[in-house]
């Protein structure tokens, strides 16, 4: 009698390109659960380093992993959609290659769900920042679910690898947009799904270890960097200035104000915005949480509308 193995509830997904520095950690983060409902869906975007090569080592001693590979470098989205679409498991649990899930993480997850109504909903938690060391920055505490479904149309604040969903909330809405958007791919989904009356659910813990580092793809984008001097130095600006942006936003003033004495230290003309923060490290916590969470995703959702209306002036003089 054939017996047909039983489908996992989890489905981690994981996009892959040039991983394999900070691969190994990630895919051993989820084999070490402490639940085994899971499967590992990894989807290699063309890499060109040793990531084939350890990927398949992984899959030939764990049969709950499963690889697959693009033959051209196809960009996150559509790595992400791919993945998706190969997944067996109720529920998609995301995870990038260089970041890592807490051991409890799923099965706190599940117990999470079993409580949830039956509405269509999805799931995000606190993470712990980490640097390109693995060493601890901060712990973050997000705002209430709701807060971040009011403010999404001015600022994303989940972080993606802490973020799941159930797989038919994925194909009720289309999956990730896979054109090219001036909106990350995450930030487009979740305003889908939000379009389509998918409630979040926040956990408030501290579950994912989101790794920070100077060649985060998700962080700096090469059209920013390259307008500003070397890459080298552009990079590391770009990291200090979001390290300040994460110290502030969760209160710790103090170390905001010595990350921006280290910025001084890479471009000693300090910048408009750099300089109010520096400020603002000297004003009390509630007015600078206000200000972060709430009047900061404004102004920049107002600075980027007046930069766009220039440019289509320019473009298109009357």
């Known amino acids: 009698m054939n017996q047909t193995k039983p489908l996992p509830f989890f489905s981690v997904v994981i996009p892959a390109y040039n991983s394999e520095r900070y691969l190994p950690a990630t895919l051993e983060s989820v084999i070490g659960q402490t639940i085994r409902d899971w499967e590992i869906v990894v989807v290699d975007d063309a890499s060109s380093d040793g990531t084939p090569e350890l990927l398949a080592r992984y899959a030939a001693k764990y049969p709950q992993i499963r690889i697959f590979r693009n033959e051209q470098n196809s960009g996150i989205a559509k790595t992400l959609n791919r993945g998706i679409r190969e997944a067996r498991g109720e529920w998609i649990a995301r995870l990038d290659s ?57 600022e994303n604040f989940l972080y993606h690898p802490a973020t799941s969903f159930p797989k038919r909330v994925w194909e009720q809405v289309g999956g990730y947009p896979d054109e090219d958007r001036k909106l990350s791919e ?4 979740w305003k889908r799904f939000f379009k389509n009356d998918v409630s979040l659910f926040m956990i408030p813990k501290h579950l994912v270890l989101y790794r920070i580092h100077q060649t985060n793809t998700t962080s700096f984008k090469d059209g920013e960097i390259t307008k500003k001097g070397s890459r080298q130095s552009a990079l590391a600006q ?29 471009r000693p003309a300090f910048s408009l915005k750099n300089t109010l923060y520096y400020l603002m490290t000297l004003l009390p916590n509630f007015l600078v949480y206000g200000f972060m969470w709430e009047i900061r995703p404004r102004m920049r959702r107002l600075t980027k509308f007046l930069k766009t209306g220039l440019l289509q002036a320019r473009h298109n003089p009357s």
């Open 98 to 154: 260089d970041d890592l899930f807490t051991p409890g993480y799923l099965g706190t997850l599940r117990s999470f769900i079993a409580e949830l109504p039956h509405s269509p909903c999805f799931i995000s938690s606190w993470v712990t920042v980490i640097d390109g060391n693995g060493a601890k920055v901060l712990d973050v505490r997000l705002p209430s679910a709701k807060t971040i479904a009011r403010m999404m149309h001015f």
């Open 238 to 266: 770009q990291y200090h200035e979001w390290r300040v942006s994460l110290f502030l936003k969760q209160g710790d003033l103090r170390a905001a104000r010595h990350e921006l004495l280290l910025l001084k230290e890479i």
């Open 186 to 189: 995450d930030t487009e989904m």
